[in-house]
C-alpha cells in the first residue's frame, strides 16, 4: 500500500516530532481509513493538521512541534519507496503556558489509549509539564488535579472532534502488516506520572 492510494480499512502511520533543549523525540500513532481514498494526498495535510493540534494542546510552549511524518504501516524503507511516506513541517511551540521551570525531561504525561476489548494502549509525552503540575505522595509522582482537569479536558476537545468522516484513531499490531488492528474509544491521562530515560527506545522514532 502506498499513501498515493489508500483503501478502506488500511492503517497508516503518523510520527510527530518534537525537539526542546537539544532533544528530538517523536511519538507514533496508528489511523485506519473508513473508506477508499484514491487521492489521499489531498487529505493528509489535514489529518497531520489534527495531530498537531492534539500535541500543541498537551506540550509545555518551550517545546517545538517540528514536524510530522506519515508513511504506510509496513516501514517504507524495505525497499524504499518514496510513495510511502509523507513530510509535513510545522515548526509550532506546544501551547500549555509557561507556569515556573519545566520538570526534566525524563518525567512523562501517560495517556492511555483505551479501546472497547481488550487492554489499554499508552501513549507517554515528554516535555509537557511544569514543577507546579506535580506532587509526590508516599514517594509517588502524580500530576496535580488543577493541571489534570486541565489537560484532560484538552484531550477530550480534541477526541471529541475526531479525525474526520475519513480516518480513525487505531491501535494495530502485526509484522509488516497490521493483523489486529483496534479502534480507539477514547484517550484518558493518568494521574500518575511516568519516568523514563532520556535515551529510553519508546521515543526512539523512525525519521
Known amino acids: 500500500m502506498t499513501l498515493a492510494n489508500i483503501p478502506q480499512g488500511g492503517v497508516i502511520t503518523i510520527r510527530v516530532y518534537k525537539t526542546f533543549a ?12 473508513l473508506e477508499d481514498l484514491p487521492q489521499s494526498a489531498f487529505a493528509l495535510p489535514t489529518l497531520a493538521d489534527r495531530f498537531v493540534a492534539l500535541e500543541r494542546s498537551v506540550h509545555s510552549s518551550p517545546v517545538v512541534i517540528d514536524r510530522v511524518v506519515i508513511s504506510s504501516y509496513a ?5 524504499y ?19 515556573g521551570d519545566s520538570v526534566p525531561l525524563e518525567i512523562c504525561l501517560f495517556v492511555r489509549r483505551i479501546t472497547d476489548f481488550g487492554r489499554s494502549g499508552r501513549i507517554l ?12 505522595s508516599a514517594f509517588r509522582g502524580f500530576i496535580v488535579p488543577s493541571a489534570l482537569s486541565s489537560i484532560r479536558s484538552s484531550i477530550n476537545s480534541w477526541f471529541q ?3 474526520g468522516e475519513q ?12 493483523t489486529n488492528i483496534r479502534p480507539v474509544s477514547r484517550l484518558e491521562a493518568a494521574e500518575r506520572i511516568v519516568v523514563k530515560k532520556i535515551n529510553n527506545r519508546y521515543f526512539r522514532r523512525r525519521r
Open 161 to 163: 472532534q475526531g479525525l
Open 81 to 99: 519507496n518514496p510513495d510511502a511516506l509523507a513530510t509535513y513541517v510545522y515548526g509550532v511551540n506546544g501551547l500549555r503556558s509557561v507556569t
Open 75 to 79: 516501514p517504507d524503507s524495505i525497499p
Open 125 to 136: 509525552y515528554r516535555g509537557c509539564l511544569y514543577e507546579q503540575d506535580v506532587s509526590v
Open 22 to 33: 537539544g532533544y528530538s523525540w517523536a511519538n507514533n500513532y496508528e489511523v485506519q481509513a
Open 167 to 178: 480516518w480513525r484513531l487505531v491501535m494495530a499490531s502485526g509484522n509488516p502488516n497490521p
